[in-house]
């Protein structure tokens, strides 16, 4: 069997998958700035669980995650750790793009119904070694990039095995219709979040009264409306800053800040150092 034939038994096309960033994070930064929701609309990414332990959220649900574990974030779902039981976690992370799976939108390792967090057993130091291997290639994207794809490609159909053979999918139940409204809220603060928004304003348009909205939202995810439309907007300030060389500026306007300074007070207050200093920390991260 040549390699297209291999290929075609798990895709839809013969492409080989492509690695368009890696990130390592460290103890120290992992528990001094938490990585706020947001989402990657045209690439999936893979998070790994190097050491530690703490929680992480996938399309607005909350799960433990610990040494071993891989995250699925499939693209366009929105991710993020939880900043209260982040506990000194060192992390590798892969943006994959050209994914096409069988019975799967493109970029997508695992269906809805699957949960995102997958544990690796006694496959975990050797996962964990292909998703350090891959972190070290993809520094000279110049000349290992081949290797680096074909890497990420071992590597994502171990985890398409792992997901099939060991079953979880999670069982499916009715939502109360409390819920259901919660989740149209939050759909509805997802698509508006760079956008002046007001508790009365979306009240209106989604016809709920605003104190309604704002307890059932808080009752269902935890946190206020209003600050989760503050943490979208600093958890895609960090994407950008991370995978970008977008102008602070730029960011700023491109989410709905009135301006630089307020972008650099807001996320100062939830990540601990201005933006500036954060992408510079991020892209001076090291393993030591």
Not at 144 to 170: A, F, K, V, W, Y
Not at 203 to 215: F, Q
Not at 232 to 261: C, V, Y
């Amino acid at each position: 069997m040549d390699s297209a034939d291999l290929l075609s038994l798990y895709f839809r096309n013969a492409r080989i998958p492509k690695c368009i960033n890696c990130h390592f994070i460290n103890e120290e930064h992992s528990s001094k700035h938490p990585f706020l929701p947001h989402t990657h609309d045209n690439y999936l990414e893979l998070f790994y669980v190097y050491s530690g332990s703490g929680q992480y959220m996938v399309d607005g649900k909350y799960y433990d995650i610990a040494e071993g574990d891989i995250v699925i974030c499939n693209a366009g779902i929105l991710h993020g750790k939880n900043a209260e039981c982040a506990l000194d976690i060192r992390s590798y992370s892969i943006g994959i793009t050209s994914l096409s799976l069988h019975n799967l939108p493109d970029n997508w390792i695992a269906s809805r119904d699957t949960l995102p967090v997958i544990s690796c057993g006694m496959l975990s130091a050797q996962i964990g070694e292909m998703f350090r291997l891959i972190y070290l290639i993809s520094s000279d994207k110049k000349h290992l990039s081949n290797i680096c794809n074909c890497l990420t490609l071992s590597l994502i159909l171990l985890i398409r095995e792992l997901i099939l053979s060991r079953c979880r999918n999670e069982s499916i139940h009715t939502r109360s219709s409390s819920s259901a409204t919660a989740d149209r809220i939050r759909h509805y603060l997802d698509l508006h979040y760079c956008e002046s928004l007001t508790l009365s304003e979306i009240g209106k348009t989604l016809n709920i009264s605003e104190y309604y909205l704002s307890h059932l939202f808080k009752d269902e995810f935890g946190i206020p409306p209003m600050q989760y439309v503050m943490k979208r907007r600093i958890g895609e300030a960090q994407n950008l800053l991370m995978d970008t060389d977008m102008p602070i500026g730029d960011i700023a306007d491109h989410l709905g800040f009135s301006s630089i300074s307020h972008l650099n007070t807001m996320f100062s207050k939830y990540i601990g150092i201005p933006p500036g200093k954060y992408r510079q920390s991020v892209r001076n991260m090291d393993e030591s």
